[in-house]
């Protein structure tokens, strides 16, 4: 197989597969290497999407937080207006 990505990198991805795969083969007595396979393959697909899923819940959270901040300066930008506009029609 060919990479991009630096040796020490796909070492990292190797070590990380292969921990799934022991603990699959420890916890659930599995010994068939074509099921502990599939079955990592799904425990790290179920891994990255809640992470995917994650991220994208702080985006919107984050977009939400800058619209909240953009509507509170937007309010007091108005109100300062108003009261300048009472304070000339008292005066």
């Keep these: 197989m060919k990479a991009d ?15 799934v795969c022991d603990e699959i083969q420890r916890n659930d007595g599995i010994s068939d ?3 502990i ?3 990592a393959g799904i425990l ?3 891994e990255l999407f ?3 899923q994650k991220i994208l819940r702080q985006k919107d ?6 619209i909240d901040s953009r509507l509170g300066e937007e309010a007091e930008r108005l109100t300062h207006s108003m009261i300048e ?3 000339k029609a008292l005066s």
């Design 37 to 39: 396979a599939v079955l």
């Design 5 to 19: 990505e630096d040796l020490p990198y796909l070492e990292k991805i190797r070590d990380y597969y292969k921990n």
């Design 44 to 46: 790290i697909s179920d």
């Design 61 to 66: 959270a984050i977009e939400s937080a800058a």
């Design 33 to 35: 290497q074509k099921q």
């Design 50 to 52: 809640k992470e995917k």
């Design 85 to 87: 506009k009472i304070d």
